[in-house]
Nanobody
Framework: QVQLVESGGGLVQAGGSLRLSCVTS????????MGWYRQAPGKQRELVAT???????NYANAVKGRFTISRDIAKNTVYLQMNSLKPEDTAVYYC????????WGQGTQVTVSS
């Protein structure tokens, strides 16, 4: 059973930083892609950033230059470093892992105050 456990969310002022972590229950190398998505109240879930098995990264335009996705294979952990946070980044952030099907974590709340 695949499990993804996120941590690192919280309340931060605009301009601040947070780092999210997502730990997988087993080796992360079984996944084609891992990434982060977010869902704000009243909005659809949207892609934030992804990293492929080969290490290629992709970012939503809204976060390019501010967010960085990375991984530590030995720790089976994917990170999302979020800098220069804006109030519009406020959302529940979900970790995703894809291996023919999508697996999701429980989500972690990020709130950015103005």
């Amino acid at each position: 059973q695949v499990q993804l456990v996120e941590s690192g969310g919280g309340l931060v002022q605009a301009g601040g930083s947070l780092r999210l972590s997502c730990v997988t229950s087993g080796s992360m190398l079984i996944f084609n892609t891992m990434g982060w998505y977010r869902q704000a109240p009243g909005k659809q879930r949207e892609l934030v950033a992804t990293i492929t098995l080969a290490g290629s990264t992709n970012y939503a335009n809204a976060v390019k230059g501010r967010f960085t996705i990375s991984r530590d294979i030995a720790k089976n952990t994917v990170y999302l470093q979020m800098n220069s946070l804006k109030p519009e980044d406020t959302a529940v952030y979900y970790c995703n892992a894809n291996m023919r099907v999508d697996y999701w974590g429980q989500g972690t709340q990020v709130t950015v105050s103005s």
